[in-house]
């Protein structure tokens, strides 16, 4: 994922529709709950996502993001609503981050896996502008690409904000380390609202994959989104259940040299909640803390020299470029044995690697893969979707 720095002070847009016969209304939901006689709206529980809450009230819905990026100390709050209902309703400024009309018809994304959502929702027509187009790997999105209808705006941390203007979003998705992004910030103030999308932030595969709930109530799709994500949990569920009932566990290497420093997943990362799911010996396992792990290569040497297979080499995409970037790969006894697996070559027509763009919203399909490498005779029909053996 592109790295954003933000601080999110959405506009706060003032709806002014012309309203004959309808009475306006001034509402937060403290004053909605009073004059209708209730005690609150009503949530939708998520089952795994932390990040993010809906709260559905009679014309209206709430969408706050409690966690846009790691130790937040703040929340946002959007209040959307359907043209129809917005012409007889007026928002107190004080109560929300921004007004956003439902369903969405022009949005702007800027993180790859965003755009599985659209697509899983089929809303991906309404994308009109991303940063850093050649990473887009879906074959739909690149032909929208293709013919113009998605325009190109240059880099995430520079984003070209006056073709973004004169695309003219009804709102723009973005996400951040922090508090502070200058380019955001102008967006804002031009009148385009900017919602924070914190799926990266969650801490685990199914509670990542369940942002696209956060996409739903913005096309006023959530039971298709409720549907789609319960599929997907459905399958991972039981693809680890499959997993479960296997004995051997072969012991697994993951990540490469960076200069002088082998990164790899740290045991209470999401990459290892799913080793753990696909019930397989991570030899990392037992670690925890943010980030990944930063280990010198005589450490991750003496520990998995004999791993019985290696996942995820970095960007290296065949044994001569893995011998090439280090000779001490080679003494590995997976580098020996030919037991590699990656997923740096599966990538869409202009190189943009599929496994970082569609990943964290299909986690079943990425189960899956680990599951048939680790253990190749339980889902005999299934063929790996992201992960294929080194050449």
């Not at 959007?78 to 956003?100: M, R």
């Not at 955001?184 to 919602?195: E, W």
């Not at 709930?213 to 399958?235: C, P, R, T």
Request: aromatic share 12%; charged share 25%.
């Amino acid at each position: 994922m592109l790295q954003n720095k933000s601080l999110l002070l959405l506009l706060f847009s003032f709806l002014f529709f012309q309203n004959c016969k309808n009475e306006k209304h001034n509402l937060t939901p403290d004053d909605y709950n009073l004059k209708h006689n209730i005690e609150e709206g009503n949530e939708t529980k998520n089952n795994y996502a932390e990040g993010f809450k809906i709260i559905n009230y009679d014309g209206f819905n709430v969408l706050e993001i409690t966690n846009p990026w790691p130790k937040a100390k703040k929340s946002y709050r959007y209040a959307l609503i359907s043209k129809e209902n917005a012409a007889k309703t007026t928002f107190s400024k004080d109560s929300y981050d921004g007004i956003i009309i439902t369903p969405v018809e022009k949005i702007v994304v800027t993180s790859t896996t965003h755009i599985p959502a659209l697509e899983l929702l089929n809303v991906e027509k309404t994308l009109v502008g991303f940063p850093g187009t050649d990473y887009v790997s879906s074959e739909k999105t690149r032909a929208r690409i293709d013919s113009k209808e998605v325009r190109e705006l240059g880099k995430n941390e520079g984003i070209n904000t006056e073709v973004l203007l004169d695309l003219n979003p009804n709102i723009v998705i973005g996400y951040g380390i922090d508090g502070n992004n200058k380019t955001f910030n102008n967006i804002q103030k031009s009148g385009i609202p900017v919602i924070y999308n914190g799926d990266w932030v969650e801490k685990s595969a199914l509670a990542k994959a369940e942002w696209i709930k956060f996409f739903g109530v913005l096309y006023d799709k959530q039971k298709a989104a409720d549907s789609i994500f319960n599929k997907i949990e459905k399958d991972y569920l039981e693809a680890k259940k499959i997993a479960a009932k296997v004995s051997n566990q072969p012991t697994i290497l993951s990540g490469a040299m960076h200069k002088d420093t082998w990164y790899l997943p740290n045991g209470t990362s999401t990459e290892a909640q799913i080793l753990k799911d696909a019930n397989v010996n991570y030899l990392w396992s037992e670690t925890s803390g943010t980030g990944s792990l930063a280990l010198n290569f005589e450490t991750v040497f003496d520990k998995a020299k004999t791993a019985d297979l290696w996942l995820s080499p970095s960007y290296y995409s065949s044994f001569e470029a893995l011998e090439k970037g280090n000779e001490h790969y080679t003494k590995f006894d997976a580098f020996k044995n030919k037991k590699i697996y990656s997923f740096a070559d599966t990538t869409g027509e202009t190189g943009g690697v599929l496994y970082y763009e569609l990943g964290t919203a299909r986690p079943d399909l990425v189960l899956k893969d680990i599951i048939k490498i680790c253990h190749p005779e339980l889902l005999q029909d299934y063929t790996p979707y992201f992960f294929k053996p080194l050449k």
